[in-house]
């Protein structure tokens, strides 16, 4: 079991907000600058990013240009039938090239946007892109899904904001994870997915035990020939 040690009330988690304890016992204080704790500066090195309000978090994916975003969707086109496993690799590798190209400053042309958007409606695709929140190149990965949550219209957008979620997930910023899956759900709230990864978050799953749902993109990525980067070696944490 946990030894319950203490419990405080705080009027605002914040510099200069007060706490006192829960049961009366007449301490108090005022609170220290939580983004500069040992638990903020823990949180940074293991590659989770800070959020001072809910705001900041919904800013991620927030639709920036909906002009934008509806020119993209006259751009996005359907999958037919005759579909092949080149045409799956070479929107997988669309993606990586994509991603790549953004963490190099560069903005992605809106046909590009449109046929990612296109791409991630294959659910093999999408499947084999989810490797990526495991990968060396996460962090690129994480920014195009958040890239292209913004600049995507409904329902397009939904595929993005999972992934997202999913790299936030693994990586341990349950927030972020948390706001994302919620816009997914809002568009679409079937979304078998969005739907599993947000009860596993609810439910309070590890991090370390959705990774292992990255194993079927890798496995994926094998059967269509795709190089994807290789898997990340994640530390264990205390606890």
Known sequence: GVELLAAHVVDRVAAGGRWRCADGCGEGGVIDDPSASPLAMAAVLDGRR????????????????????????????VHGPDRSDADARADVEAAIAAAGSLADGHRLPDDVVARLGTALTDLQVRDTLYALAVGESAGQAESLWAELSRRLPEPWRIEALTLLAFSAYTRGDGPLAGVSLEAALRCDEAHRMAGMLDRALQAGLRPEQIRELATTGYRLADQLGVRLPPRRVFGRRAG
């Open 50 to 77: 800070l959020y001072a309000r809910r705001a900041d978090l919904q800013q991620v994916i927030a639709v920036c240009d909906p002009v934008g975003a509806a020119a993209v969707a006259d751009m996005i086109g």
